[in-house]
């Protein structure tokens, strides 16, 4: 029962990104133009919404999956990484014309060709986590 919660959540999901245009290769190549404030609308509702789901879930002592309590930790702001971090996804994003939870939209749809980007970013995620202990963080 639980994992049809999940696929009823991916279907929304799925149908929020399809309805919104949010995995229009054209509408991310206009934002990457500042041509239009179509996709950084979509991005600023999903930051303030994330805010305060962030607060609603400190704030009310939210549980995951397990049963066991959200935590949320500080983290000491390395900038460098961040801007590199930033950078790399933002070049993938440009160059694939989609961010990762599009992706999936995308394969759902049909396009059989994204399937190559997310085994692209599964890879690079491994590998990452290979090289992470040699990295700075």
Not at 14 to 22: F, R
Not at 49 to 59: F, N, Q, V
């Amino acid at each position: 029962m639980k994992n049809l919660s999940y696929l009823f959540i991916g279907v929304l999901f799925g149908i929020v990104m399809t309805k919104s245009e949010a995995i229009s290769w054209y509408r991310i190549q206009e934002m990457f133009r500042f041509q239009h404030i179509h996709m950084y609308g979509i991005i600023g509702i999903a930051v303030i919404l994330g805010a305060l789901m962030h607060y609603w879930m400190k704030k009310n002592h939210f549980k995951n999956a397990a049963g066991e309590e959200v935590l949320f930790a500080d983290k000491p702001k390395n900038y460098i990484a961040a801007l590199a971090g930033g950078s790399l996804f933002g070049l993938g994003w440009a160059m694939t014309g989609a961010c990762p939870g599009p992706l999936y939209v995308l394969l759902g749809h049909g396009y059989a060709v994204i399937a190559v980007i997310i085994l692209s970013a599964l890879v690079g995620t491994f590998t990452y986590g290979l090289v992470r202990k040699f990295l700075p963080h």
